[in-house]
C-alpha cells in the first residue's frame, strides 16, 4: 500500500486545466465500438484504470482494440463479432465494465466468466443479473448471481418492461443493451432520471431510442454503426477542483471542455445554491453532448439541504460535497442518498470517518449525513479506502488543513483520474 504527503495549507489555487475524459462516456465508447460494425475513433478517452478494464475485457473476447493514451481505435465486427474468451474477464474496480458487460453478454450464447477486486465483490450485482435473467439469461454467481464471481451463458432474449427500484445508469444500461439483442421491444422506468449517456450515446451509433421523462425504450434486431467520439472532461473530475477553487482561499481556476450532461450537473446547482463564485463559458454541444468551460473563485458558502430527485445528478460527487460542507456556514442535510452504500466503499461511512480524523463534525444517517460547518481542518493520517473518490475529496481538503497530512492507499486514484496529483501541483501557489 502507498502513502503519499500531501500538501497542506497551501497559498492558493490558480490556473487552468483540461480534467480527463469522463469515465461513463470512455467506457461505452470502447463497449459500443466493440459491438458496432466498422471501426470507431475515440478522441479524449480516460486511460484510467476503470476504462482500461473495459478495453482489455474486450480484447479477450477477439475485439481489436489499440489504444494510445487518450486515442483509441476499436475494430468493431458487430455483437456477434464478439468470441467466447478462453481466460476470465477481470473488471477491476469497476461496476460500470460488470454491469454493462452483463448486459451485452445476456444474449450471447458462449460462457464468460466475470472477477474483480475486492470492492467489486461486494457491490450488488442482483440488481442487474435479477432483471437480466427475466429476459431469458443465464447468468450464475455467487450467492445466486448476487456477487462475483458470475458466469453467463447468455439466452434466446424477451423484451420486458422493467420498473427499476433504483435510479441507476448502471441498471438502465444494462438492460437496454440486453435489449438490443432481445425479441420485441424493452423498456425501463426509473425513480428518478439517471444519467443518459447511454441513450445518447446509442443514438450517435445509429440505434434508436425512445425518451418520455424517465421511461427509456429500444427495439430488439438493430445494428450499431461505428462512431467517432470526443469524450467531454469529466465534471465528476472537475468537481473536486471546484470545491478546491471555491474553499481554498487566493483561488481562481478555469477548467476547459467540461461534459455538462443535465443529468450531471448537480454539483453545479449545489455550488449556486450555496452561494459559489461560479461562472460557465463557452457552451456548446458535442456528439450530443454539451460541454463548456467552468471558473471557480473562492466563495463564502452558506449550508444547504440535498434531496430527491437531484441526488442522481450529483451522486459520485457527494464525497467532496461534504467536504465543501465543513467550510460552508451552518448545516448541510444530504438525503434520499442511500446508494453511497454500494459505491466503490460505502461513503457515508468512509468520508464520516476519514473527515472526521481532520476535525469535520459529521453525523452519518441512513440515507445519508449531517454535515455541520464551519469546520477548521487539521492535518491527519487518512485512507482512501481504496476508494478513488475518496482518495481525491482527501487530497483537497489537505489544501486547508493545518498540520502534516498524508494519504495511504493513493494509487485507487488512477482509477479514474491518473493526473489528478499532476494537475493538483500545476494549480497550486505553495507557501
Ligand atoms: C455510472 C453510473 C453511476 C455512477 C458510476 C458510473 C455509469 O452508478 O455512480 O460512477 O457509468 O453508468 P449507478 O448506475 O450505480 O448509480
Redesign the pocket.
Known sequence: MQQRTLLTNINGLQGEIAVPGD??VS?RAVMFGAIADGKTTIHNFLPGEDCLSTIDCFQKMGVSIVQKGEYVEVEGKGISGLEEPSEILNVGNS??TTRLILGILSGIPFHTCLIGDDSIAKRPMGRVTVPLRSMGAKIDGRQDGQYTPLSTRGGALKGIHYHSPV?????K?AILLAGLSAEGKTTVTEPEK??D?TERMLQAFGVQVDVDGNTVSIEGGQQLKSATIHVPGDISSAAFFLVAGAIVPNSRIELKNVGLNPTRTGIIDVLKEMGANLEIKNEQIRNGEPVGDLVISTSQLKGIEISGDII?RL??EIPVIALLATQAEGKTIIKDAA?LKV?ETNRIDTVATELEKMGARITPTEDGMIIEGRSSLHGAVVHSHGDHRIGMMLAVAACIAKGDMSLQNEQAIAVSYPSFFEHMENLTIKK
Open positions: 469515465k461513463s467506457h461496476g460500470t435510479a441507476s445508469a448502471q441498471v444500461s439517471s444519467r449517456h442522481p451522486i459520485d446508494e459505491k
